[in-house]
């Protein structure tokens, strides 16, 4: 079954402890992509990924980093999490950066104290 | 600053009628638009899309209509069915670049 998956779902930390969230698919897709949800704001990009080891910045990038090692795997690190950072997050991921083929992780509800 | 906007945050509509979920955009430069639906707990999916050459897209009860020089379009859902109860994002797109979401509106359909 083609899906892409993120670990953890739920996660609730501290400020400033460092935390990574998890993406992988399995549709040998080259670009990977990461979203966060907020009230009245919709989805933002906040990184992207055109193949492994190409990364690039999206709209809502500060305080957030990525790495893209493998091909399936697109990991989402926050070295110091802070409260403004609390919020719904999607990976993504899709043979191009538009549309159709754009398959979405379920989410990860990240809530920082 | 939203390029695209989806001013209902909220529908509520009978079950058997139409629902009309509405955007506005305002880069000029989009040329190819998109719904997603999402339920709770799942990430959002591909609904149906439209290039900015045509007006008008249909897929079974659902169809985007694309009124460029209004910069607006809209998702009639006909009939509308419980399980049609989401949240709908419009999103858009300037030749092959990223997407730009909207911030959704939550469509309820009642029995």
């Known amino acids: 079954e083609a899906q892409v998956t993120q670990n953890p779902r739920y996660l609730i930390t501290v400020t400033g402890k460092k935390l990574t969230v998890t993406c992988s698919q399995n549709m040998n897709h080259e670009y990977m992509s990461w979203y966060r949800q907020d009230p009245g704001l919709g989805l933002r990009q906040i990184y992207y990924?055109?193949?492994?080891?190409?990364?690039d910045k999206g709209d809502v990038p500060e305080g957030y980093k990525v790495s893209r090692k493998e091909k399936r795997n697109f990991p989402l690190i926050l070295e110091s999490p802070s409260p403004n950072q609390t919020s719904l997050y999607f990976c993504?991921?899709?043979?191009?950066?538009?549309?159709?083929?754009?398959?979405f992780g379920p989410g990860t509800r990240l809530l920082v104290l | 600053d939203q390029q695209v906007k989806q001013n209902s945050p909220s529908l509520s509509v009978q079950e058997g009628r139409i629902s009309i979920l509405n955007c506005d955009y305002t880069n000029s430069m989009f040329d190819y638009f998109l719904w997603y639906k999402k339920y709770p707990a799942e990430g959002p999916t591909f609904l149906i899309s439209?290039?900015?050459?045509?007006d008008k897209n249909e897929d079974g009860r659902f169809t985007v209509f694309l009124n460029k020089s209004a910069k607006h379009l809209s998702l009639h859902i006909v009939p509308s069915q419980p399980g049609d109860s989401a949240v709908y994002f419009c999103?858009?797109?300037?030749?092959?670049?990223?997407?730009?979401f909207g911030a959704g509106t939550r469509l309820t359909v009642k029995p």
């Open positions: 439209i290039s900015s050459i045509k």
């Open positions: 999103a858009a797109s300037a030749q092959g670049s990223d997407m730009r």
């Open positions: 993504a991921s899709s043979w191009d950066r538009v549309g159709e083929t754009q398959y």
């Open positions: 990924s055109m193949n492994v080891e190409v990364t």
